[in-house]
């Protein structure tokens, strides 16, 4: 009986030496390194609830975040299109589906130049969501592949003075 119970204690010391923190925790603690701007400890923390609580609400939450840190906050725009996919695939009915689907094809056509790739996303996404508040956005961009800042703003109409009046007259003086 004795020998059971030190079983049974070690056994509990074990399972929770092991245990992962619970997926709330990893949410908290990526949420505070992002204030701080701390990057790397933000993507670990989210990547380890994704990993440790792929079933949890959260584990959505989370596989957008990744996705999102590496777009706006570390400039990876591979990684983020990469992260976007990754939750476009386990997500595809997400709340936040639309604008996953929306980035990656702003990010293939905008920052990787890859205008068959950024064309497909944007086409799907019109397909799925064309009364979703972002496909006329879709839609200038899908018309406009490829084109520079420069060629899409309007060029500023330029426009010439009449000459200063110096009092005096233009017109040339009568000879008698």
């Known amino acids: ?82 992260g976007y996919k990754q939750f476009l695939a386990k997500y595809p009915d997400g709340a936040k589906a639309p604008t996953a689907l929306f980035l990656t094809g702003f990010l293939y056509n905008n920052e990787l130049k890859n205008l068959d790739s950024a064309r497909v996303y ?20 899908l018309q406009n592949l490829g084109k520079s800042a420069d060629e899409l703003l309007p060029k500023p109409i330029v426009e010439t003075a009449p000459p200063k009046s110096t009092g005096k007259s233009l017109k040339p003086a009568k000879k008698n």
């Open 1 to 82: 009986m004795k020998a059971t119970i030190q079983s049974l204690i070690v056994l509990t010391f074990l399972i929770s030496g092991c245990s992962k923190p619970p997926a709330e925790d990893y949410i908290k603690k990526a949420e505070e390194a992002e204030k701080g701007g701390l990057w790397p400890v933000a993507l670990e923390n989210y990547q380890n609830l994704v990993k440790d609580h792929a079933d949890n609400v959260l584990a959505e939450k989370a596989m957008f975040n990744i996705a999102a840190i590496q777009h706006n906050s570390l400039q990876n725009f591979q990684g983020a299109v990469d």
């Open 122 to 141: 944007y086409q799907q996404f019109l397909t799925k969501y064309p009364g979703n508040e972002m496909a006329m956005s879709a839609q200038f961009e």
